[in-house]
């Protein structure tokens, strides 16, 4: 893949040449350690909230910064739940600090415009708080406060392109969970993790307009996936990415 503008593959000498006249514009991945059932790997969020920054960065001559892999509980209704084994879910106060520490090292280092790319359902809010929070820190020293874009990838996919993939009907973002979008992303950009041969197919799930806790689990698919991969193709990854990369690269390029 695209390595050139991950600053976790530059030297330090490298990496500050290319933050050195403070207009350089960090992309910063934010995924999950999570289950996406029998045929993806628990990598799955952070590994295209990755590759969907680094693609965007080619092009608009941007840089991203180290993945944040920690994201926030898995909620049942957008990620199958938090009860499932393969699951890794943070406190929203540990995701809240490390997007609040990052936007504050970030500006240390003399950089002024960062983006949070969201690759993990959950996680929006508190990479929100995260970012306030440091503001108010920064606001507080004095001085030019960074700029800073907050957006989950999917949210880039056009209505077009949604009619064209989803031909019996989208079932939502929040469903899709291990569904076609995930899946035939990874299969275009990581083929090497996914196992098509394992996809458990069943109907989107329909779950209840309210949370639980302790959760039923009976209410999760036995897959863990919200709906089905089952017709996920690599051209349908790159579909998806095309809409995403250009969305995004338009979003940014207008307010940076
Ligand atoms: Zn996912
Ligand atoms: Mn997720």
Redesign the pocket.
């Known amino acids: 893949m695209t390595n050139n503008v991950n600053i976790t593959r530059m030297s330090a000498y490298d990496y500050r040449a290319q933050i050195a006249n403070g207009e350089a514009v960090m992309l910063i991945p934010v ?2 350690v ?1 289950q ?1 059932g029998a045929h993806m790997p628990l990598g ?2 952070m590994m295209l909230s990755t590759t969907m920054s680094e693609l965007t960065a080619e092009q608009i001559g941007g840089l991203v910064g180290p993945t944040i892999s920690f ?1 926030y509980k ?1 909620q049942q209704r ?2 199958g739940g938090n009860h499932i084994v393969g699951t890794f879910g943070f406190d929203a106060d540990t995701v809240i600090g490390i997007c609040r520490t990052l936007v504050r090292e970030f500006d240390r280092h003399g950089v002024k415009k960062i983006v949070f790319v969201n ?5 929006y809010q508190f990479i929100f708080e995260g970012v306030d929070l440091a503001l108010r820190d920064l606001a507080a020293q004095g001085g030019e406060l960074p700029r800073v874009m907050m957006l989950s990838y999917w949210d880039f996919v056009t209505p077009a392109v949604i009619e064209r993939l989803y031909p019996d009907g989208f079932p939502g973002w929040d469903v899709e ?1 291990g569904g076609v979008m995930e899946t035939s992303l990874m299969l275009e950009y990581h083929p090497d993790v996914v196992w098509m041969d394992r996809l458990i197919d069943h109907p989107a799930a329909e779950l209840p307009l309210y949370d639980l806790l302790p959760v039923d689990p009976s209410l999760t698919p036995e897959s863990g996936c919200l709906s089905s991969g089952k017709v996920s193709t690599a051209e349908k990854g790159r579909i998806l990415a095309e809409s995403i990369v250009s969305g995004m690269v338009d979003a940014i390029s207008s307010r940076f």
Not at 119 to 123: K, L, M, R, V
């Open positions: 995924g999950s999570e996406h799955t969020d994201g898995s957008s990620g690759g993990h359902y959950e996680n969970h």
